[in-house]
């Protein structure tokens, strides 16, 4: 296999981090909407039942693992005069943002027709969003191959979505009341338009400042060698236990911020004044994330990154239906969440180089697709256990809700997540990378390739 390395000499700027952070904050606004607000839109506004979105969140998701990881590999094997990963995020955004709009719009087609409807905007918004979601997270890899530059640009791009994600869950639901005046449905549809509009600004702005670098020629594909790579990556596969456990915790407490605001504390506009509170938490921690991997080992930051989550957890259970409660435990979340997906990214591109000197294969759409898969792959178990577990309690929208269900909604908020989230601390304790073996790979990685050129 040829693995001549093709470089621009200049390494990336910092001129070139921010702008890559900036895209990651186009892309988090729509996807803010779209994860956070479906499950309720489909719900509340929508109407549809929870046990037909259940199965369809769980349908989208077997796609997903069929269409997620080819569409990496066709990422990272198409090359135009823009280069490998730029090619999605300069052509996607406009069809995405129109996908969006469409997920929020309640059509007049009938019953089964709007069934239908709900199936194919939902996976059509989740096919367009992975080609941009693979790209972005792509990039550090092509930019820079120095550990240390790569590590600052996930920790920069994890910190621009984290406070993204946060900020922009403040505003959906004053943007909806307010652009909708009073009717949900048209405020949500307005406001799906007017986040795709500044996202897509955003991206073709952004976009042209960015520049690949390190460009590796591929292969003839394979599907059978590179299916076998990635199941014998075992670094690969220990991260996406992890970031899996993460995002589950993650999206089922955010999905659920919705209801528990709505029905056990009596007022829906908390979402937004919690999403405040988280703020400080998600810019700290994508901040912190770097420089503690710098110090320490990475596996034992996610280690400790867990235990700190279990103990936020418990203090929320020791105060139910407590709104300063569950503020203080929303800062120290999002704390856990910012630092946690700057572990998950740092983590994953260390297992490229793995990869590509153990395996013989580097695959970084293919692996980056990973990233999106598992993070899709928890949107749904978690939003659908959710919707199966409401339904199973008698949840009625827009009604008062009975005291087993608003106790539900109470567990789910606090106790669960924490112990779901401890469970990620095994795949991290198998993860078998340090920074020793690491630079050691990097450095045989320089070799190999000076010897091909």
Known sequence: MNNKVKEVTADVTKSEIFHFGMLGVAQCIMFTLWNGQMMYFYTDIFMLAPMFISGMF????????????????????TKTRYGRFKNAILFAPVPLAIAMVLNFT????????????????????????TTIDVSYFSLPTVMTDKPDRRASMFGIGRLCTGMTMAVTGILII?????????????????????????????????????????????????????????????????????????QLVSVGKTSLNMYYATYNLGNVQLVAIVG???VPGMLIGSAVAPLLVKKFEAKYVAVGLNILFFVDSLFLFFFENNAVALFINNLFFLFYCGA??????????????YAELKLGQRNEGFITSTQTFISKLAVAIANSSVLA??????????????????????????????????????????YPLTKKEYAKITEELKARRGESA
């Not at 009341?177 to 955003?202: H, N, P, R, W």
């Not at 199973?392 to 909604?409: C, D, I, R, S």
Request: hydrophobic share 50%; aromatic share 12%.
């Open 340 to 353: 946690g997906m700057v572990l998950v990214s740092t983590m994953t591109a260390e297992t490229i180089e």
């Open 174 to 246: 004053p943007c909806v009341t307010m652009l909708g005046k009073g009717d949900m449905k048209k405020g949500y549809f307005y406001t799906a338009i007017l986040f795709g509009v500044v996202s897509c600004i955003l991206y073709l702005f952004n976009v042209k400042h960015v520049h690949e670098r390190t460009i590796v020629d591929k292969p003839k594909f394979n599907f059978k060698m590179t299916m076998k790579a990635i199941g014998q990556n075992k670094p690969l596969l220990m991260v996406m236990i992890f970031g899996f456990i993460l």
């Open 276 to 278: 405040l509170a988280g």
């Open 389 to 430: 577990l409401i339904a199973a309690l008698g949840y009625v929208p827009n009604q008062e809700q009975a005291q087993g269900t608003l106790k539900a909604f109470f567990y789910m908020e606090s106790i669960i997540p924490g112990v779901i989230g401890i469970l990620a601390c095994i795949p991290m304790l198998i």
């Open 58 to 77: 769980l349908v989208a998701r077997v796609w997903d693992g069929v269409n997620d990881p080819m569409i990496g590999l066709l990422i990272e094997r």
């Open 106 to 129: 309640v059509p007049s087609f009938g019953k089964t027709g709007n069934l239908i409807y709900a199936v194919v905007t939902y996976i059509l918004f989740g096919m367009i969003y």
